[in-house]
């Protein structure tokens, strides 16, 4: 279990869940609500959010690590992670600005420790190096069917008059996307001072209702009944 937050003004959330749940249409949304009340965000995501660590994100999901196996793709993972926090979440954190990402650490105890096998110990050990105490103040879990996100996935590439390729994690077999699933609801079972989960399964300005005001009630420094 990750140890309580380590800064007090500015906030650091994440986003985490499967293939296609909406984290980034509501990340994006996120922010707007941040900035309509004049708070200072940045927008990020893993594995990226640096030049390194985009190079690495290229990488993993070209697919040309996955010979090397779970265990190596979680300590590429890390690295990555390492040069994001130290590069960019706490240099943002440190001036006040929230920092909010698409995807942090709970993804890989998700999909490289929960479904891929990788023993917790390393998981865990990874954890500790790569966060450097950076641990989010309030994660949010969106929590959906894997069938029905893929349907969206695949509607969105048919809006965008792209081909469905799939990177390297959305090829996997539908019974894996199901245990990821369940890994993500066990990850937030077992934090559920930072944690909350939602159904992502509801229209997209529902959820985005829902999320401002598990934002607004955790963090009531943005304003009392903190509304749109
Ligand atoms: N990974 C990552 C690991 O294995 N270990 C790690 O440690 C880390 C950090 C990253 C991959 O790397 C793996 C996990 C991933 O497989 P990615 O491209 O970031 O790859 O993959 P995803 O995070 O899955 O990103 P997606 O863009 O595919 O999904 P999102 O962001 O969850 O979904 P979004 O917002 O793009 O929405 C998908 C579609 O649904 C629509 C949107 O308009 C869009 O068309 N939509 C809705 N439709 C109806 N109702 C709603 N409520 C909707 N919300 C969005």
Redesign the pocket.
């Known amino acids: 279990m990750l140890d309580a937050p380590n800064h007090s003004t500015a906030r650091f959330i994440t986003?985490e869940?499967?293939?296609?749940?909406?984290?980034?249409?509501?990340?994006?949304r996120l922010l707007e609500r941040l900035a309509a009340r004049d708070v200072s965000a940045v927008r990020t995501?893993?594995?990226?959010g640096t030049p390194k660590a985009e190079a690495i994100?290229s990488y993993?999901?070209q697919g040309r690590s996955e010979s090397w196996g779970p265990g190596a793709?979680?300590v590429l993972?890390?690295s990555?992670?390492h040069d994001h926090v130290t590069q960019l979440i706490a240099p943002n954190l440190a001036r006040g600005t929230w920092v909010i990402s698409?995807?942090?650490?709970d993804?890989?105890?998700?999909?490289?420790g929960l479904t891929?096998g990788v023993d917790e110990k390393l998981i865990d050990a990874l954890e500790d190096l790569a966060l450097d105490g950076h641990v989010p103040d309030l994660t949010i879990v969106?929590d959906m069917d894997p069938e029905t996100?893929f349907k969206?996935?695949e509607?969105?590439a048919v809006?965008d008059g792209l081909a469905l390729t799939g990177?390297?994690?959305?090829k996997e077999e539908l019974d894996w996307h199901r245990r990821l699933r369940d890994g993500f609801l066990n990850i937030a079972r077992n934090n559920p001072d930072r944690c909350v989960v939602l159904s992502?399964?509801?229209?997209?300005e529902?959820?985005a209702e829902d999320i401002w005001r598990v934002v607004s009630e955790r963090f009531p420094e943005l304003g009392a009944g903190a509304g749109a």
Request: aromatic letters at 10%; proline letters at 4%.
């Open positions: 986003f869940g499967g293939e296609g749940v909406g984290k980034s249409t509501q990340v994006k995501r893993e594995p990226g994100r993993i999901l793709e979680a993972f890390a990555a992670r698409d995807r942090f650490c993804s890989t105890r998700a999909y490289q891929g969106l996100a969206r996935v509607m969105r809006e990177d390297r994690f959305e992502a399964e509801q229209p997209e529902h959820l």
